[in-house]
């Protein structure tokens, strides 16, 4: 836990950021660092008004570090807690980019989408039509659509980018989808289908089926890339075998959000390696290793 700051504490450690002595300065940085989130705003406005570069770099980096331990503390916390809702863990990786991103006009937008769903929709319904009403609100009256593999980019593979411009690739739009659906309790989950993250729509409520995937009752899938279009094993199985891809059991049963979460982490330092932002990429690496429950590696 952090501790309440101390405004002149904080503004007499901001004094000394230019000491050149590395020794002093790696004490007044971790003790900035041991302040927390509550005091970025300050060093945000301190790095405004400093033109000396050297200090500049310095507070970038504490601001970085404070903002990256604060994600990896909240990544921790939503994993513990079942990785229950999806669309907070993905809107976690864009603060990990961007730690000044108000996401709450972004939930609200969900939110509102979530209302207008519910309102077409009612209990006497049939899986398939509940289906036909998310992909008419979602895709036809929010005008959300998909972005051709050579559009897909670092500068729209965030869900906050999906939200604002309304576009985004198979990983993105299939998690604002399944958001949606699970925030109105229907019993949609993830598939991990390499290249082509799709849905499963359950017979039942899929709890104890994640445990044993073999056993799980798929009514049918859902892909929301292409308009939220209903398919069937048959068409995995053509799929698997167009890509000459390995038919391993996990492509065809759901998956937990907590993998969900992963699978768009791997995408996110893919592209951040392929941006050449190396050390974001590393360290999206550990949160992928949070995420696995596993020691972190670099790859």
């Not at 995937?213 to 094993?233: A, C, Q, S």
Request: aromatic content about 10%; hydrophobic content about 40%; glycine content about 6%.
């Amino acid at each position: 836990m952090t501790e309440k700051p101390d405004t002149n504490e904080l503004n007499a450690l901001l004094r000394l950021m230019d000491d050149p002595d590395e020794t002093i300065y790696q004490r007044i940085r971790q003790r900035i660092i041991d302040l927390g989130t509550e005091v970025i705003p300050q060093l945000e406005h301190a790095w405004e008004n400093t033109f000396d570069e050297f200090s500049r770099s310095r507070l970038e980096e504490i601001i970085h570090t404070i903002n990256f331990r604060h994600i990896k503390s909240q990544i921790t916390l939503w994993k513990l807690n079942g990785g229950e809702d999806i669309i907070e863990g993905a809107l976690l990786l864009s603060k990990f980019r961007y730690p000044s991103l108000d996401i709450a006009p972004l939930i609200r937008e969900m939110g509102n989408i979530a209302q207008d769903i519910w309102l077409e929709m009612n209990d006497r319904m049939s899986p398939l039509d509940k289906v036909r009403v998310i992909n008419h609100i979602f895709f036809d009256v929010h005008e959300y659509k998909g972005l051709k593999a050579q559009q897909l980019s670092l500068g729209n593979a965030f869900l906050h980018q999906t939200i604002q411009i309304k576009r985004g690739g198979p990983t993105t739009l299939g998690i604002l989808y399944l958001g949606l659906a699970q925030s109105l309790n229907l019993p949609i989950y993830g598939l991990d289908l390499p290249m082509n993250f799709s849905l499963t729509w359950l017979e039942a409520d899929p709890g104890h089926f994640l445990a044993e995937p073999e056993k799980d009752p798929v009514l049918f899938y859902i892909n929301p890339f292409f308009k939220g279009v209903v398919f069937t094993r048959r068409e995995i199985d053509k799929f698997i075998k167009e890509n000459n891809l390995d038919p391993k059991p996990h492509f065809y049963h759901p998956c937990s959000n907590i993998a969900v979460l992963v699978r768009l982490a791997e995408e996110l330092r893919f592209l951040l390696n392929q941006d050449d932002q190396v050390s974001l990429a590393e360290e999206m690496g550990e949160i992928i290793a949070i995420l696995r429950g596993t020691t972190f590696q670099e790859s």
